[in-house]
């Protein structure tokens, strides 16, 4: 977990979705990541107000930070 990330950002750690403009130029699909992130934490009833989302992991409970790590394993497929 890097706590200076936000949610999706940890979700997504090493495996970050990528969207190309063109040809040459990437950069990381922030909407989709947020979307898939929203919905794994939807489906787990995992409860994280909406602004907290954005808000990197630190500022998050202990209770709410395992509850990301869980939805990583999970959306994952972790064994």
């Known amino acids: 977990m890097a706590d200076n990330l936000d949610v999706s950002s940890n979700i997504f750690l090493g495996r970050e979705?990528?969207?190309?403009?063109?040809?040459?130029l990437q950069r990381l699909?922030?909407?989709?990541?947020?979307?898939?992130s929203v919905n794994i934490l939807?489906?787990?009833?995992?409860?994280?107000?909406?602004g907290s989302l954005k808000q990197p992991v630190a500022s998050l409970s202990g209770g709410q930070r395992?509850?990301?790590?869980?939805?990583?394993?999970?959306?994952?497929?972790?064994?």
């Open 42 to 50: 939807n489906s787990l009833n995992i409860e994280i107000p909406k």
């Open 66 to 79: 395992q509850a990301i790590a869980i939805s990583r394993a999970i959306y994952w497929n972790a064994k």
């Open 29 to 36: 699909n922030r909407k989709l990541m947020f979307d898939e």
């Open 17 to 24: 979705r990528i969207k190309q403009n063109f040809k040459f």
